[in-house]
Protein backbone atom coordinates (compact mmCIF):
# COMPACT_ATOMS: atom_id res chain seq x y z
CA UNK A 1 0.00 0.00 0.00
CA UNK A 2 2.68 2.36 0.70
CA UNK A 3 3.76 2.73 -3.02
CA UNK A 4 0.63 3.49 -3.71
CA UNK A 5 0.11 6.45 -1.50
CA UNK A 6 3.47 8.93 -2.21
CA UNK A 7 5.02 10.53 1.31
CA UNK A 8 4.93 14.14 -0.72
CA UNK A 9 2.31 15.46 -2.94
CA UNK A 10 4.82 16.02 -6.20
CA UNK A 11 5.21 12.23 -5.70
CA UNK A 12 8.68 12.48 -4.17
CA UNK A 13 9.90 9.80 -1.21
CA UNK A 14 10.98 11.86 1.17
CA UNK A 15 8.93 12.99 4.10
CA UNK A 16 8.72 16.54 5.20
CA UNK A 17 7.85 18.10 8.35
CA UNK A 18 5.97 21.13 6.31
CA UNK A 19 2.25 20.88 4.56
CA UNK A 20 3.27 21.33 0.75
CA UNK A 21 2.45 25.03 0.03
CA UNK A 22 -0.22 25.85 -2.62
CA UNK A 23 1.56 26.98 -6.17
CA UNK A 24 2.11 30.95 -5.58
CA UNK A 25 3.01 33.32 -7.62
CA UNK A 26 5.65 35.75 -6.47
CA UNK A 27 4.97 39.72 -6.83
CA UNK A 28 7.37 42.25 -7.43
CA UNK A 29 7.85 45.02 -5.24
CA UNK A 30 6.29 47.56 -7.60
CA UNK A 31 3.07 45.04 -7.89
CA UNK A 32 3.34 44.29 -4.17
CA UNK A 33 2.66 48.29 -3.33
CA UNK A 34 0.32 48.77 -6.33
CA UNK A 35 -2.03 46.07 -5.02
CA UNK A 36 -1.87 47.49 -1.80
CA UNK A 37 -2.27 51.35 -3.32
CA UNK A 38 -5.61 49.26 -4.99
CA UNK A 39 -7.13 47.44 -1.90
CA UNK A 40 -6.73 50.97 0.04
CA UNK A 41 -8.45 53.10 -2.50
CA UNK A 42 -11.30 50.38 -2.08
CA UNK A 43 -11.44 51.21 1.45
CA UNK A 44 -11.04 54.97 1.17
CA UNK A 45 -14.18 54.43 -1.39
CA UNK A 46 -16.38 52.50 1.13
CA UNK A 47 -15.52 54.97 3.64
CA UNK A 48 -16.97 57.73 1.44
CA UNK A 49 -19.55 55.84 0.36
CA UNK A 50 -21.02 55.36 4.07
CA UNK A 51 -20.95 58.21 4.36
CA UNK A 52 -23.31 59.65 1.84
CA UNK A 53 -25.29 56.22 1.47
CA UNK A 54 -25.37 55.32 4.99
CA UNK A 55 -23.86 52.25 7.54
CA UNK A 56 -25.59 49.94 5.08
CA UNK A 57 -23.24 50.25 2.11
CA UNK A 58 -20.74 47.16 0.98
CA UNK A 59 -18.47 46.70 -1.38
CA UNK A 60 -16.17 44.26 -3.51
CA UNK A 61 -13.35 44.61 -5.74
CA UNK A 62 -14.22 42.65 -9.05
CA UNK A 63 -11.19 43.23 -11.14
CA UNK A 64 -7.36 44.63 -9.64
CA UNK A 65 -4.68 45.64 -11.94
CA UNK A 66 -1.23 47.07 -9.82
CA UNK A 67 -0.63 49.75 -13.11
CA UNK A 68 -1.97 51.06 -16.04
CA UNK A 69 -5.03 53.59 -16.81
CA UNK A 70 -7.33 51.47 -14.64
CA UNK A 71 -6.99 50.02 -11.65
CA UNK A 72 -10.00 48.12 -10.89
CA UNK A 73 -13.48 47.80 -10.66
CA UNK A 74 -15.48 48.54 -7.23
CA UNK A 75 -18.89 47.43 -6.89
CA UNK A 76 -20.93 48.86 -4.26
CA UNK A 77 -23.88 48.07 -2.36
CA UNK A 78 -26.38 50.79 -1.06
CA UNK A 79 -29.10 50.96 0.40
CA UNK A 80 -31.98 52.24 -1.93
CA UNK A 81 -35.03 54.28 -1.23
CA UNK A 82 -36.27 56.24 -4.44
CA UNK A 83 -34.52 56.30 -8.16
CA UNK A 84 -34.10 60.06 -8.06
CA UNK A 85 -32.77 59.66 -3.97
CA UNK A 86 -30.01 57.58 -5.27
CA UNK A 87 -29.28 59.45 -8.34
CA UNK A 88 -28.46 62.96 -5.72
CA UNK A 89 -26.38 60.57 -3.33
CA UNK A 90 -24.22 58.77 -5.88
CA UNK A 91 -23.77 62.22 -7.62
CA UNK A 92 -22.44 63.50 -4.44
CA UNK A 93 -20.77 60.36 -3.61
CA UNK A 94 -18.63 60.85 -7.51
CA UNK A 95 -18.24 64.21 -6.58
CA UNK A 96 -15.93 63.50 -3.16
CA UNK A 97 -14.40 60.84 -4.92
CA UNK A 98 -12.37 63.19 -7.57
CA UNK A 99 -11.31 65.25 -4.91
CA UNK A 100 -10.37 63.35 -2.83
CA UNK A 101 -6.05 62.92 -3.48
CA UNK A 102 -5.86 58.79 -3.20
CA UNK A 103 -9.21 58.20 -5.16
CA UNK A 104 -7.99 60.43 -8.18
CA UNK A 105 -4.70 58.89 -8.16
CA UNK A 106 -5.92 55.13 -8.43
CA UNK A 107 -8.74 55.62 -10.92
CA UNK A 108 -11.43 52.37 -10.22
CA UNK A 109 -14.48 52.50 -12.03
CA UNK A 110 -17.36 52.14 -9.81
CA UNK A 111 -20.63 50.28 -9.78
CA UNK A 112 -23.28 51.47 -7.44
CA UNK A 113 -26.56 49.99 -7.14
CA UNK A 114 -29.03 49.06 -5.18
CA UNK A 115 -28.68 46.66 -1.95
CA UNK A 116 -30.11 43.04 -2.69
CA UNK A 117 -31.14 42.55 0.58
Known amino acids: ?36 EVRAAQWKALELARGVFGHGVSAAMVGLRHHGPLRGLLRLDVPFQTLERHREREATFLSLVGRDPLLARV ?11
Not at 13 to 34: F, I, K
Not at 107 to 117: K, N, Q, S, T
Open 1 to 36: MSGLIPLRPDGGGERSDRPAAPHQTLLSEEERLGRL
Open 107 to 117: PLVYVVGPDAG
